[in-house]
């Protein structure tokens, strides 16, 4: 499944001992009326338990040179040194990537089982846009957009 380019976010929320994230590559937008976002997490991921404990959740879509912090937060490393060195704010009780070319804020609607991972949707409450290229995932390895 490496073969198939898709975009890098980071899934974050705020949970009982501050903020969690994971880089997740399975989300995509749900549906548009209402307006619906999904994402892929892994069961036994530490932002999956701070997404349901804080009933809502934030994507930041990373772009072309933020590889760093998609590495960062792909790793297993306790939670807060995943933000160690990461450029962020709160927003609203979430977190958001700075440079982030899109971050989108979510209402926790449904948690579904979905093999290995849990699959998370969440009603859009906020959605911010800035221009530049997404990073992309591509036969294990980060690129930009050619």
Not at 76 to 100: N, Q, S, T, Y
Not at 124 to 139: A, I
Request: glycine share 10%.
């Amino acid at each position: 499944m490496g073969m198939l380019p898709t975009g890098v976010t980071v899934v974050a929320a705020t949970g009982p001992d501050g903020p969690a994230g994971a880089t997740a590559n399975a989300v995509c937008s749900l549906s548009i009326e209402p307006m619906l976002m999904l994402a892929c997490l892994d069961r036994g991921s530490r932002t999956l338990l701070a997404v349901q404990a804080a009933n809502r959740f934030a994507i930041s879509v990373l772009q072309a040179g933020q590889e760093q912090i998609a590495r960062a937060f792909a790793t297993k490393a306790p939670v807060a040194d995943k933000w160690e060195g990461v450029a962020w704010h709160d927003r609203g009780g979430l977190p958001a990537i700075d440079g982030a070319l899109v971050w989108v804020a979510c209402d926790l609607r449904d948690v579904i089982a979905g093999g290995d991972h849990v699959i998370v949707t969440g009603e859009v409450c906020e959605l911010e846009t800035n221009e530049g290229d997404p990073l992309v995932f591509h036969s294990g390895d980060y690129r930009p957009l050619d």
